[in-house]
Each structure stands twice: as structure tokens, then as C-alpha cells.
């Protein structure tokens, strides 16, 4: 099965979604879900309705304190779509001020000097919406990691010095948005959510500033199961979130995601669109492909992901990305640049 639907009730369904719905300001989502009118989110909530996950990863949503936004826009989704009685979220690393100057500018106080970018704190963050029990007292949040706490971290170095300066790095985090470890209890026994979304690999100089955090943020991933920080996994888990960076095609440094999809610890199902997708170009399947990006961005991607422990089975994987003139087609272009990416797995629990 490829076409995203009900899934049957021996299937867990885990999905990654990045909904672009951040805003401008604090408090703007949460105006624009209660309104009921805004296109976007009416869209967001459509694709979500359509693909009814179980478990749901969702990025660029703004954070607020009581999750007034986050718990309004699963109130929207379970008008139309499934019912998630269980949500989590933790405040990002985007928008936390530093006082610093983080990127280099030699100005102070802009979204880059935060410790993940963000107009202001809160701004694209990530929440998990559940149709099971979360273990709120078993998450372990990486999100205040140093970068230089990192094993061969790759920080930024100009002329022979710390880009841009000891004192910068001495208190920049590696997370861009988060890292957690979230235990689930689902049907089968219980799973570790490891979720994240890593920064973007341009926007910055010729240190590389970005392009070497977000290659340290997809590596972390190897380092825990490494048990580098704390024990390892033992439950069954997933990796899933925003690497915001292609295997194959499009820039920046693609050793760390090549070595996670290729660790026989996790499986990558290669959840894909429906083809054949003609991508002038394109060296890698293009319908791997979870975003486009318009001009002048660099088009179409795999960046968003789904990868499974190894002792999972796997019965289906797909990328939302209906084709023009099908069911959904128009939701999903409304929506976000992404796509929804899903993955359906098994729930037996494993042998003893």
C-alpha cells in the first residue's frame, strides 16, 4: 500500500510533517486557527485529515507557554480528521535570545544571534500530536546540548579562530529548533520518538557556519545510539523529523545523513510520492522528494524523514504529494513547501 489512507489496526502510522505555519509574531498562529479562514492552515489540517496518522511529528509551529496554538490547531484537525488526546512540545532553541553575536554580523539582537533562528522565542517549533500515551517523566531533551559538547563537533573556524569567537561558542547550543527522546506507549509495546529539525545549510558565510551545524545535528543521532549521551535505546524507536538536507542532490555536507540512512541500527523505507516524477537534473529518485522549494530555492528535495529501528517491519511507506487533479492535490500544495511524509509499521511486539 502507497496511497496515504486509514491505516489498518494492526499498523502503527508515523508521520513527519513541517507545515511552514510559523508567523511573524507571537500569538499570530493561534489568531489565525481560531478564525477558521485562514487558507493555510485549513489546508495543513486537510492533509493531515487524509493521511490520519497515529503519531504525528510536526515542524513550524509556533511554541507558546500553555500550547494555546499547537492544541487549537489539533482541535481544528479532529473536526475532519483524527482525534489526538495526547500532545507534546517543549520551547525551541529558535528565537531564544543570546545577547551574543552569534553569526558574525558584528550586530547584536537578530534572529541569527538566537540560538536557533527566530524573529522572536518560540517561532518554528515542533510538537508531537498522539493518539497514545506520552511518558512525559522518560523524555530526555538534548536541546541544551552544547555544540562543542559533541564528538568532533565541526565548529566554524576563520583565519585559524573560533567563528565567530570563543565566547559565542562557549554558549551556542547545537539544537536549531530541538532534540528529544520521547517514550510513547503504543499498541505493541513502548517506542523512543527521536525527533528533530536540523537548520538549514546556507544562509551563512564561506566558515560554514550552518552547513556544519547541520551536519553535527544529524550526526547526534549516531552519538546517542552510540550511548555517547546517556544509555542507549533499548525500546524499539524512530527517528524522524526535518534534516533539511538531501542525500543525493542540492548543497551542503552530506556525509552525516549518508552514514545515518546507511547505519544498520536504522532502516530507511524510502517513502515516496507517486511517479514516475521527472526532475531536470535530479540525480537521486526524485520521488524521494518530501519539499520544493520555489526559485530562487533550490527546488525539489528529500529533506524530511521517517526512519525506523532496525526490528521493525515495515508494511508501507509513502510521501504525500498527490498529483495534480487527485484528491488532496491542492491541500497539499496549500499547505507547506513540504509534504507530509508517513510510515506504516507493524505493532506486534518483538520476540523475545
Given at each position: 500500500?502507497?496511497v496515504?489512507?486509514?491505516?489498518?489496526a494492526d499498523i502503527?502510522r508515523?508521520a513527519?510533517?513541517n507545515?511552514?505555519?510559523?508567523?511573524?509574531?507571537?500569538?499570530?498562529?493561534l489568531?489565525?486557527i481560531?478564525?477558521?479562514?485562514?487558507?493555510?492552515?485549513?489546508?495543513v489540517?486537510?492533509v493531515?485529515?487524509q493521511v490520519?496518522?497515529d503519531?504525528?511529528?510536526?515542524q513550524g509551529?509556533?511554541?507558546d507557554?500553555?500550547?494555546h496554538?499547537?492544541?487549537?490547531?489539533?482541535d481544528?484537525i479532529?473536526r475532519?480528521?483524527?482525534?489526538y488526546?495526547?500532545?507534546f512540545?517543549?520551547p525551541p532553541?529558535s528565537?531564544?535570545?543570546?545577547?551574543?553575536?552569534?553569526?558574525?554580523?558584528?550586530?547584536?539582537?537578530?534572529?541569527?544571534d538566537?540560538?536557533?533562528?527566530g524573529a522572536?522565542?518560540?517561532?518554528g517549533?515542533?510538537?508531537?500530536?498522539?493518539?497514545?500515551?506520552?511518558d512525559?517523566?522518560a523524555?530526555?531533551?538534548?536541546s541544551?546540548?552544547?555544540?562543542r559538547?559533541?564528538?568532533?563537533?565541526?565548529?566554524?573556524?576563520?583565519?585559524?579562530?573560533a567563528?565567530?569567537?570563543?565566547?559565542?561558542?562557549a554558549?551556542?547550543r547545537?539544537s536549531s529548533?530541538g532534540?528529544?527522546?520521547?517514550s510513547?506507549?503504543?499498541?505493541g509495546?513502548?517506542?523512543?520518538l527521536?525527533?528533530f529539525?536540523?537548520a538549514?545549510?546556507?544562509?551563512?558565510?564561506?566558515?560554514d557556519?550552518n552547513?556544519?551545524r547541520?551536519?553535527?545535528?544529524?550526526?547526534?543521532?549516531?552519538?546517542v545510539?552510540d550511548?555517547?549521551?546517556?544509555?542507549a535505546?533499548k525500546?524499539r524507536?524512530?527517528?524522524?523529523?526535518?534534516?533539511?538536507?538531501?542525500?543525493?542532490?542540492?548543497g551542503?555536507?552530506?556525509?552525516?545523513?549518508?552514514a545515518?540512512?546507511?547505519d544498520?541500527?536504522?532502516?530507511d523505507p524510502?517513502?515516496?510520492?507517486?511517479?514516475?516524477?521527472?526532475?531536470?537534473?535530479?540525480?537521486?529518485d526524485?520521488?524521494?522528494h518530501t519539499?520544493?522549494?520555489?526559485?530562487p530555492?533550490?527546488?525539489?528535495?528529500r529533506?524530511d524523514?521517517?526512519?525506523?529501528s532496525a526490528?521493525?517491519t515495515v508494511r508501507a511507506?509513502?510521501?504525500?504529494?498527490?498529483?495534480?487533479g487527485?484528491?488532496?492535490?491542492?491541500?497539499a500544495m496549500t499547505?507547506?513547501?513540504?509534504?507530509?511524509?508517513w510510515?506504516?509499521?507493524e505493532?506486534?511486539?518483538r520476540?523475545?
Amino acid at each position: 500500500m502507497l496511497v496515504a489512507g486509514g491505516a489498518p489496526a494492526d499498523i502503527l502510522r508515523i508521520a513527519t510533517f513541517n507545515t511552514g505555519l510559523e508567523r511573524d509574531g507571537p500569538g499570530l498562529l493561534l489568531r489565525d486557527i481560531l478564525t477558521g479562514k485562514d487558507p493555510q492552515v485549513d489546508a495543513v489540517v486537510q492533509v493531515i485529515a487524509q493521511v490520519t496518522p497515529d503519531i504525528l511529528l510536526l515542524q513550524g509551529v509556533d511554541h507558546d507557554h500553555d500550547l494555546h496554538a499547537v492544541r487549537a490547531l489539533r482541535d481544528a484537525i479532529a473536526r475532519s480528521g483524527p482525534h489526538y488526546p495526547h500532545i507534546f512540545a517543549l520551547p525551541p532553541n529558535s528565537g531564544q535570545p543570546t545577547g551574543l553575536d552569534l553569526n558574525g554580523d558584528g550586530r547584536l539582537g537578530g534572529g541569527a544571534d538566537a540560538q536557533g533562528y527566530g524573529a522572536f522565542s518560540g517561532q518554528g517549533g515542533m510538537a508531537i500530536l498522539s493518539r497514545y500515551p506520552i511518558d512525559r517523566a522518560a523524555v530526555r531533551d538534548l536541546s541544551g546540548l552544547l555544540w562543542r559538547e559533541v564528538p568532533g563537533a565541526l565548529l566554524p573556524v576563520m583565519d585559524g579562530k573560533a567563528f565567530p569567537s570563543e565566547e559565542a561558542q562557549a554558549v551556542q547550543r547545537l539544537s536549531s529548533v530541538g532534540h528529544w527522546i520521547v517514550s510513547v506507549q503504543a499498541p505493541g509495546g513502548r517506542i523512543g520518538l527521536m525527533a528533530f529539525h536540523a537548520a538549514p545549510h546556507v544562509f551563512d558565510g564561506p566558515e560554514d557556519r550552518n552547513g556544519r551545524r547541520n551536519h553535527d545535528e544529524i550526526r547526534l543521532w549516531q552519538h546517542v545510539l552510540d550511548g555517547a549521551f546517556g544509555p542507549a535505546p533499548k525500546a524499539r524507536f524512530i527517528i524522524l523529523g526535518g534534516a533539511t538536507v538531501d542525500p543525493v542532490d542540492g548543497g551542503g555536507r552530506k556525509g552525516a545523513i549518508r552514514a545515518l540512512l546507511a547505519d544498520p541500527r536504522v532502516r530507511d523505507p524510502r517513502p515516496m510520492r507517486l511517479g514516475p516524477v521527472p526532475v531536470a537534473g535530479a540525480k537521486g529518485d526524485p520521488r524521494l522528494h518530501t519539499v520544493d522549494w520555489p526559485a530562487p530555492g533550490p527546488g525539489p528535495l528529500r529533506v524530511d524523514y521517517v526512519l525506523p529501528s532496525a526490528d521493525w517491519t515495515v508494511r508501507a511507506a509513502g510521501v504525500h504529494w498527490p498529483p495534480k487533479g487527485a484528491p488532496g492535490h491542492e491541500a497539499a500544495m496549500t499547505a507547506s513547501a513540504h509534504r507530509l511524509v508517513w510510515v506504516d509499521l507493524e505493532t506486534d511486539p518483538r520476540e523475545p
